[in-house]
């Protein structure tokens, strides 16, 4: 639980705040962005306190998701209806939802849930926690859990009890954790799990990287590809643990496939307008400049 003696100064003054156990995941300022913002010294904090009923249900949501615990209220609030809140769409596009509940087993990952009529789909896994495993029931439950890479498979095995859903993971990053998983692809061209789902190998952050692209409209890509305020989309080499080039050759591939956003791991999300503005801002990302046309 978050420490009211381990307070950042950086949080507004108030009921809420965030403690110095925070690991700067982004999960609260993807769910609040209102309410959470960044402390300049790697943490999130509380830039303003709620004011408004849905900032006050945002920021609660953050609270219940926080991987480490790091948010904190000093009159403990009741967070009850926050908890059941979640998975909760993703505006912009229609059947996808956040899920919140990061996991500090993937440093605070991001994971979706895609609603379809042949079966939902997660893509990488949540914190297992039973409002979350109850509410994605309700929903429909998991077909298919999709695992773009071996650093986000946090609770997969509770997901594959609770829901009987088949497992994907690439074989190249098969651990002895994931070595029962039932879907491992190999090599790197790309694989049809069904008619509106394509596996996208990008090996580079890990050996087995993969991507998901759902309806040639929406990419989650892991922690290949995501989008910086002021950078665009980017990949970095810093947080590279396979290879540099092998990465940049991923990212120069996925030109050659068409979707308007990609919904990342780590970093932020980019919905463009339509698929050629995903275009032009991914070839951007690779330095090749877009055509005039």
Known sequence: MAQPARRLAENAGGDLYVD????????????????????????????AQPRSPDEHRRARMA???????????????????????LPTPVDGLDDIFFCGYASADSYGASSY??????????????????????RIEELGGVSLMFLTHRDDVADHHV??????????????????????????????????????LL????????????????RDEILFTGDHLWWEDGLGLVASRNVCWYSWPEQQR??????????????PGHGGRFIAPDAG???????????????AT
Request: with cysteine; glycine share 8%.
């Open 159 to 196: 997901f594959r009890r609770r829901f009987g859903c088949d497992r994907v993971l690439h074989a190249d990053d098969i651990t002895a954790d994931t070595a029962a998983v039932e879907i491992q692809p190999r090599g790197r061209e790309p694989v049809h799990l069904a008619h509106d």
């Open 250 to 263: 991923s990212l120069d591939r996925l030109t050659g496939h068409r979707f308007r956003a990609v919904l």
């Open 20 to 47: 110095d156990s925070c690991i700067d995941c982004d999960t609260c300022r993807t769910l609040a962005p209102d309410t959470f913002g960044d402390s300049g010294r790697g943490t999130a904090c509380v830039g």
């Open 113 to 134: 849930l895609i609603r379809r009529p042949e079966g939902n789909v997660l893509v990488d896994s949540p914190r297992a926690a039973r409002p979350l495993l109850e």
């Open 199 to 214: 596996i996208v190998p990008v090996p580079g952050h890990t050996r087995g990287s993969a991507a998901l692209l759902y």
């Open 63 to 85: 609270l219940v998701s926080c991987p480490t615990a790091s948010i904190g209220s000093l009159s403990k609030v009741d967070v009850r209806a926050a908890a059941r809140a």
């Open 277 to 291: 503005a995903m275009r032009a801002a991914l070839l951007r990302a690779t330095g090749r400049r877009p055509s």
